[in-house]
Structure formats: structure tokens, C-alpha cells
């Protein structure tokens, strides 16, 4: 019963826009072109272009705006069709972004940048109604990951540098939901599911290179691994104004400590950028992410024993399994990017850009839970200098679309609870949903020292 807390964690989705303010303005075209500290993120070998030793400091705000009219199976003479509309209630996710990167000193520093960050990719929080009509796919989700490590860029000829980097990653999940007892769309049939786990230490880590065969063209190119974690948390089953809460003992059940093991998968980027003037950067460029690999959520270590006497509970079905999985079913998606930079004069640089992703999941698959569709991003930015250039500061901002679905298949339906047996879930992913969002970011860059030619 405690598998429901990863159905908003994993999936294309998940990645609601790349890190990074510069890289926001420009649609996520940043492979062949990163040149500041967040190349940690896009291709690590962006990283030697920078000249002078920098500090790095931003904020991003993100937001997914989804509605939804959950749509009833049998509605009687009269009685509207729908339920209630729900819309996504979380504020906006705040997300940090802080980081040092410089040039070794003396003749190495020609050829050698190191940094080190701390980034976070873009995932929003959900909160819906308690007792909304979509309670049984998710009330609320938190998600939270971020990487901290250092980074190193080396020029070994003057067309080629390669880079790379090691992080340590944390990720923490949490969220609600309600599972049934009876397979009917009734509040005296639900258990109430809360879900907190956390792993707190995960090496990841990424490569890349950029290649230069001319000064007007740059190729870039990165690959991130795909990581394993097992998070480790609590689990609680809420059995209250559920019709068996007299029968038991307690309302309340909690393990204190059950596992979750994911992965995430194979992240390649790549990216063509041409110079057709010196004050003039376009960037196209690809983003592949191999989350069919993720075959598999598992659940483990689970050990929740319902407290009663009653002999109308009988005692096999007292217990939880200890290991429960739950197929994921997930594509992998294709990203396709096109970015451009104005050097407009030496103090002044505009961007903009846009990209257009695929989903992880086809429409009949698309719950609240996790709008995954196929979706579209504009977006622009600023940079402004000082004179001298010792500081920088860097606005961006972005929308995000996701097409309509009047979704009347659905394959998502209620989670059994296995407290009766012969029970035939209610299908409750049909309905009409629309989704938007938006990326809003702001950094201040401090260079300080003589700046390398």
C-alpha cells in the first residue's frame, strides 16, 4: 500500500525544464554554447570558457498550473457529468543555485577550469483537495533534488576540450493519497497513504566535450549516466471514517522505515552552435532521456501489521507485503532546442529560445499525478554587465504548454487496498485536463582578478 508515494517522482515529467537562467533564455539550447559556472549541468566542458574566477549566485521559481474535470462513470438522470473541477494548488517551487568557478593559476589556467556547484533541476510540488475527486491518483507531492560537487574542464588541443564532474546527490520524496477498500468512489472505502523517504548520499555524475573546428562553429556534447537510489523514509496508513476503522484497534498505522528503490535514467545531449557574426550565437540542439529503462518502483522492507481482533478481518490479511512493485511503463522522450544570444554591446546581451519535448506517457496513462505530455517551452533573457565586467546580472523567464486531453481510456485507476477480495478498481484518469507552467530565474555573477585572454 505504500508504493502509491513515487507515481509523481518518476517520469519524463519529472525534468519540467533544465537548470540554470542562461540556459532558460534560450529554450535549453546550451550544450555548444554553456560558458559560466551551470555548464556543470549541460556539458562540463563549457566551463573553459571562462577567464576569470567567479561566484555564482541565483534563484528560479517554478510553477505547473494543471485543472481537471474528472469525468463520472455512471452519472444518474440530471447530474452533471463531471465532478467538481481540481486545480494544482502548490506555490511556486523555489530552487537555489550557487557556485564558484575559476581558471588554475599561472599557465595552467590557459588550459584548466575547475568549479564547483551546487544545481538543482526544476520539479514542482502538487496540492490538491483532501477529499477532491482526484484524491486517488494524488493530494499532495513534494520533490526535492539536488547535486553538489566539483567540475573540470581541460583544453588537449585548441578545437577539443573535454570536461567532466562528480556530484553528490540528494533526493527526498513525500506524498498523500488515498487507496480503496470496496473499488467504489466512496470516502468510507478509502485508506489514507502518506509517504515520506529520503537518500540523503548518491554519486552521480557527467561528461562532456566541445569541439571547435572553426571560430564561426562549436560542437557540443554531454552524457549523464543514469543513477540509482534507494530512499529510505516513513509510512503511515490513516484508516480514519473508513467503514472498518471499528474494527480495528487504531486508527493510525506507521513504519518508520520502508525503502524505495528507483533509478533515473541515461541523459544525452547534444548541440550545434554557429557564430555568424562575432555578436551573434544559434544553438540547435537535442536532448535524449532513456526512461524506458526504468522497467520497474519497488517498494521494500515494508512491515505495517493492522492492530485488531475482529475475526471479519481474517489474520493473513492483517499484514502488507514486504516488497510490492509497480510497473512503470515509461517512454523515452526527445527533446528538440533552438537557441540565440545578441552580444548587443559590451554591456548588453539578449537571448532567446524555445524547445518542444515528448511525454513519457501516452494520454490514457496521464493522471494529475503527472502531467507528462508531450510539451512546449518559450522563453527569454538579459544579461547586463558593469563596467569592467565584475559583475553580471542575468534575468530569465519562460512559459510552458501541454496540450489539452479529453481523456475518455484511461488505464489509471484506483489502487486496492487487498483488504477484499474480487475487488474491481474504479478507473478514475478520465476526465478533461489542461496544464501550463512558467520558469522565472534571476543570478548575479562577481569576477573578480585579471581576466585571461
Do not use: C
Amino acid at each position: 500500500m505504500l508504493l502509491l508515494l513515487a507515481s509523481s517522482a518518476l517520469a519524463g515529467g519529472y525534468f519540467f525544464s533544465d537548470a540554470g537562467i542562461v540556459a532558460t533564455g534560450r529554450g535549453g539550447a546550451w550544450i555548444a554554447g554553456a560558458n559560466n559556472q551551470f555548464a556543470q549541468y549541460h556539458n562540463p566542458a563549457g566551463l573553459i570558457r571562462v577567464r576569470r574566477p567567479t561566484v555564482n549566485v541565483g534563484w528560479s521559481g517554478v510553477q505547473q498550473n494543471v485543472r481537471f474535470s474528472r469525468l463520472r462513470d455512471e452519472p444518474e438522470d440530471g447530474q452533471d457529468p463531471f465532478y467538481p473541477t481540481v486545480e494544482n494548488q502548490a506555490p511556486p517551487f523555489d530552487i537555489p543555485q550557487i557556485g564558484f568557478v575559476s581558471p588554475l593559476p599561472g599557465r595552467l589556467g590557459d588550459r584548466v577550469v575547475v568549479a564547483v556547484g551546487f544545481i538543482s533541476p526544476f520539479a514542482p510540488s502538487s496540492l490538491y483537495p483532501e477529499e477532491g475527486p482526484q484524491r486517488y491518483t494524488i493530494k499532495d507531492t513534494g520533490i526535492y533534488q539536488f547535486g553538489v560537487g566539483p567540475s573540470v574542464a581541460v583544453k588537449l588541443h585548441p578545437m577539443l576540450t573535454l570536461g567532466g564532474g562528480v556530484q553528490w546527490s540528494y533526493l527526498q520524496l513525500s506524498e498523500t493519497i488515498d487507496i480503496t477498500v470496496n473499488g467504489f468512489d466512496d470516502p468510507t472505502g478509502d485508506i489514507a497513504v502518506e509517504a515520506a523517504v529520503v537518500d540523503p548520499f548518491t554519486l552521480t555524475g557527467n561528461v562532456g566535450l566541445l569541439f571547435d573546428p572553426h571560430e564561426m562553429i562549436t560542437v557540443g556534447l554531454s552524457f549523464t549516466p543514469g543513477s540509482s537510489y534507494e530512499a529510505r523514509g516513513e509510512g503511515t496508513l490513516d484508516f480514519t471514517d473508513n467503514a472498518f476503522e471499528i474494527l480495528l484497534d487504531q486508527s493510525i498505522y506507521t513504519d518508520d522505515d520502508v525503502a524505495l528503490a528507483i533509478s533515473l535514467p541515461d541523459i544525452v545531449r547534444g548541440g550545434v552552435a554557429l557564430r555568424p557574426v562575432p555578436t551573434l550565437e544559434i544553438e540547435a540542439a537535442v536532448v535524449w532521456q532513456g526512461w524506458s529503462s526504468l522497467e520497474d518502483i519497488e517498494i521494500t522492507d515494508i512491515d505495517v501489521e493492522v492492530a485488531t481482533d475482529s475475526i471479519l478481518i481474517p489474520e493473513d490479511q492483517r499484514t502488507v507485503d514486504e516488497r510490492i512493485v509497480l510497473p512503470a511503463g515509461l517512454r523515452d522522450t526527445l527533446s528538440l532546442r533552438l537557441g540565440a544570444e545578441w552580444r548587443v554591446d559590451d554591456l548588453l546581451a539578449l537571448r532567446v529560445g524555445g524547445f518542444r519535448e515528448s511525454g513519457a506517457l501516452a494520454d490514457d496513462e496521464v493522471s494529475v499525478a503527472l502531467v507528462d505530455t508531450t510539451k512546449w517551452q518559450l522563453g527569454g533573457g538579459a544579461s547586463a554587465w558593469t563596467k569592467g565586467e565584475n559583475f553580471r546580472l542575468d534575468l530569465a523567464a519562460a512559459a510552458l504548454f501541454f496540450p489539452e486531453l479529453r481523456i475518455r481510456d484511461s488505464t489509471v485507476g484506483q489502487i486496492d487496498a487487498g483488504v477484499l477480495d474480487d475487488i474491481e478498481p474504479a478507473i478514475v484518469g478520465n476526465g478533461d485536463l489542461s496544464s501550463n507552467g512558467w520558469v522565472v530565474g534571476v543570478q548575479g555573477s562577481f569576477a573578480f582578478g585579471p581576466k585571461r585572454e
